[in-house]
């Protein structure tokens, strides 16, 4: 039996461990920052949302980029980018810099994921060995995710907020030097077209809605927004269908179980992912946490990711898809209430596991059922789309939950916020129930 190699898969792991680590460990010392560099709560909300939008804009641009000029090469760029917009961050002076330097992090962070998604695949021909290196590859994500806000914390209490992002150099430096050792060069036979119009739009479809949500405070304002920003989304979908190779092909979402998927990605996403970014302001606001303090209290919400995902394998095998996903959108949606209801401490805590709990039964097996519902010709666009329907929701919540908040940031106001990630949840849950097909389980 041949043995399987760990190390290209390891290596490619750690490329990516950053970009993951650096979410959740930002998210923590968000209040901190915000209090240095006097923001608002629009600007706590662009903080995360322009990596999150520079993040789901580039995904169009870095696989052909890739394909072109060589997948490693375009990995090892963007952790060249990464690291330089991390010094940028931790030089900041005010939230325009801070923002740019976010901007420059997603770009950055973005050809390092793609990069090291199309390495482990190339690099490992074989199924079996392929499905272990995604799987180890989940494991170190998890991993960076659970362990971000502990020690964001720690890092902003002890050396300030700071030395979050300059503590990515050396890191950054130790993956430009272990990735060319142990992952050779791999390019596409036939490079794929940049479509820079269809790049343009939609970006701009994301950054209206998300201004407009953040800094509307009149009917007009949100009615010309609004509008513009579906305009900017109708005119992407009509360009992707004029062209021949498309960098998303809007067929995809006139399947049934591709909106189902869709919508799941979408409220998992304002659920869960941009209801984390929120929770370290609603414990220090509520309970009077420090920044250290709330980082400890966040692994009640993030440790279940790393330790359920192989239980949801099973499950969904068990159940199938349909159940599975309505059984975890619930459990998120009971969490979010939990949090709505003017909790105690211990209340919180239950809170935040549950809807950990819920997300780590969905979050792993959500692309496995995007590339299997999915024409097995379109399986690279439909993964394609999963990261950006994630992303895209992710900075979309953000928004949303912080124009639910408003300007009030009472321990009471957060009450709304909750509420509405419970009902998007419920929502994700309405479409599992009514849009999967009931046998569905993997391929």
Not at 36 to 57: E, H, I, R
Request: a positive charge; one cysteine or more.
């Amino acid at each position: 039996m041949k043995r399987f190699r760990r190390t290209p898969a390891l290596a490619l792991s750690f490329a990516g461990f950053l970009t993951q680590l650096d979410v959740t460990a930002v998210v923590v010392a968000l209040p901190t920052i915000g209090d240095d560099l006097g923001f608002g709560l629009a600007a706590y909300a662009w903080t995360m949302d322009a990596y999150s939008l520079a993040f789901t804009a580039t995904l169009l641009a870095s696989g052909a980029l890739a394909d072109r000029h060589g997948r490693r090469r375009a990995l090892l760029a963007g952790n060249m980018l990464f690291a330089v917009a991390s010094l940028a961050c931790g030089l900041a002076w005010d939230g325009p810099s801070l923002w740019v330097a976010r901007v420059a992090q997603g770009l950055g962070a973005a050809f390092v994921i793609t990069g090291s998604i199309a390495l482990t695949a190339s690099a490992y021909p074989d199924p079996a060995d392929r499905a272990r290196a995604f799987g180890l590859a989940g494991i170190v994500s998890g991993a960076a995710m659970a362990l971000g806000p502990t020690l964001g914390g720690a890092v902003a209490a002890w050396f300030g907020w700071r030395w979050i992002f300059l503590a990515n150099l050396p890191f950054c430096l130790l993956a430009a030097w272990i990735v060319p050792r142990l992952v050779a060069e791999e390019r596409a036979d036939a490079a794929r077209p940049l479509d820079l119009m269809g790049i343009a739009l939609l970006t701009l479809a994301l950054g209206i809605a998300i201004e407009t949500l953040l800094a509307g405070r009149t009917t007009l304002h949100l009615a010309i927004g609004t509008g513009a920003s579906l305009a900017c989304a109708t005119l992407f979908v009509m360009q992707q269908k004029r062209r021949p190779h498309p960098v998303l092909d809007p067929a995809l979402l006139t399947q049934p179980a591709m909106i189902a998927v869709a919508v799941l990605l979408i409220t998992v996403s304002i659920g869960y992912w941009a209801v984390l970014v929120y929770l370290p302001l609603f414990l220090t606001t509520a309970f009077g946490l420090s920044t250290a303090q709330a980082g400890v209290a966040l692994l009640a919400a993030t440790v279940p990711m790393v330790f359920l995902p192989p239980l949801a394998g099973r499950l969904a095998t068990r159940w199938g898809w349909r159940a599975l996903f309505t059984c975890g959108l619930v459990t998120i949606a009971a969490g979010d209430l939990a949090l709505a209801l003017q909790p105690t401490w211990t209340m919180a805590l239950l809170g935040m596991a549950v809807i950990a709990t819920g997300t780590a039964l969905v979050q792993s097996q959500l692309s496995g059922a995007v590339v299997t519902l999915a024409p097995p010709a379109q399986a690279g666009m439909a993964s394609a789309l999963t990261i950006v329907m994630r992303q895209g929701g992710f900075a979309l919540g953000i928004a949303a939950l912080g124009a639910a908040l408003g300007l009030e940031q009472e321990a009471s106001a957060y009450a709304s916020v909750f509420l509405l990630a419970s009902a998007a949840s419920g929502l994700g849950a309405a479409a599992a129930i009514l849009l999967l097909p009931a046998g569905a389980t993997r391929p």
